[in-house]
């Protein structure tokens, strides 16, 4: 123990110089992974851990080397409690408590509720809105990207909104090369993370800029046409919600009860700024049909 111990102080006080995460750094998480390996993980100790698996966790692809390190990991986030040490990440995450098959429950739940308030409001949208109205392809076309894809993806396509709701209705051609150009941009992005390096800082810098793209200039349209159009008040308050629920994410902190993290709250917190943005597109939506058939009856 003496031995665990005095590793476990070498490595907090090397915390901060050194790259990667602390637990899966740690030798008391390496040694207790090594031999749980050993013992379990061939032969007919394989067979009997896959004999008493539970068949879902089996078909989430839990293997025996997860459940080892799955186990590890709380063997040495004890170790560091008692030694009176803040609790280390794993593998880049922080330790959750397994539910089911999900390695972070609440983050899967949120994700969850998130896309069914997007599929209500997508349904909402689908009957108080006609399919004639001018931005109805591209408010359909954002509703499945709301909660399933990247936060990066999220907000390019709230940008290119923007871009037709502002410019593209009365210059489909500038909406068109500026689709092309996001589109660039992130499948540069995406590619430069996931061929040559996941670069933490510009990740977040690139999500960063282009969120005050898309804070500025909704902002902007929306101040421009506050008096003309009331219905925009709803937009002013999403894109400040989200600005400042975007800095939940920002945030880095062990989870509460082993089960609650920031990137859970932020999705929990942005469920009802879903619904409310998805208000706006509808009266927008609707008082742009509305526009566009009186200009058909004046022609």
């Known amino acids: 123990m003496a031995g665990r111990t005095a590793r476990l102080v070498l490595l907090a006080g090397a915390a901060a110089l050194a790259s990667g995460s602390q637990g899966d750094r ?65 593998h880049g995450k922080w330790p959750f408590s397994r539910f089911l098959f999900f390695q972070e429950p609440a983050s899967a739940m949120a994700s969850f509720l998130n896309g069914l308030a997007s599929l209500v409001m997508l349904c909402r949208y689908h009957t108080s809105v006609p399919a004639s109205s001018p931005m109805y392809p591209t408010c359909v076309a954002f509703a499945w990207k709301m909660d399933y894809f990247c936060a990066s993806t999220v907000i390019l396509h709230s940008i290119y909104l923007c871009c037709v709701r502002t410019v593209g209705l009365q210059h489909p051609a500038v909406a068109s090369a500026f689709r092309a150009l996001l589109l660039l941009m992130l499948t540069a992005h995406v590619s430069y993370l996931s061929l040559v390096r996941f670069d933490y800082g510009y990740n977040l810098a690139a999500n960063v800029a282009i969120g005050l793209v898309n804070v500025v200039w909704w902002l902007a349209w929306c101040l421009r046409n506050r008096r003309r159009l009331p219905h925009v008040r709803k937009c002013v308050v999403v894109v400040l919600l989200l600005q400042g629920l975007s800095l939940l994410e920002l945030l880095d902190f062990p989870p509460l009860f082993w089960v609650l993290d920031a ?24 008082y742009l049909l509305k526009e566009s058939e009186a200009k058909f009856k004046l022609d």
């Open 26 to 90: 740690e030798p008391v998480y390496r040694d207790c992974v090594h031999r749980c390996e050993e013992r379990n993980c061939s032969g007919g100790a394989l067979r009997h851990f896959r004999s008493r698996q539970p068949i879902y966790m089996s078909l989430a692809g839990w293997t025996c080397q997860d459940d080892c390190k799955y186990e590890c990991m709380w063997v040495t986030v004890a170790l560091y409690l008692k030694e009176g040490h803040k609790v280390p990440q794993f």
């Open 263 to 286: 990137h859970a709250i932020w999705h929990i917190s942005t469920i009802p700024v879903h619904v409310l943005f998805f208000s706006f597109l509808e009266d927008d939506s609707l």
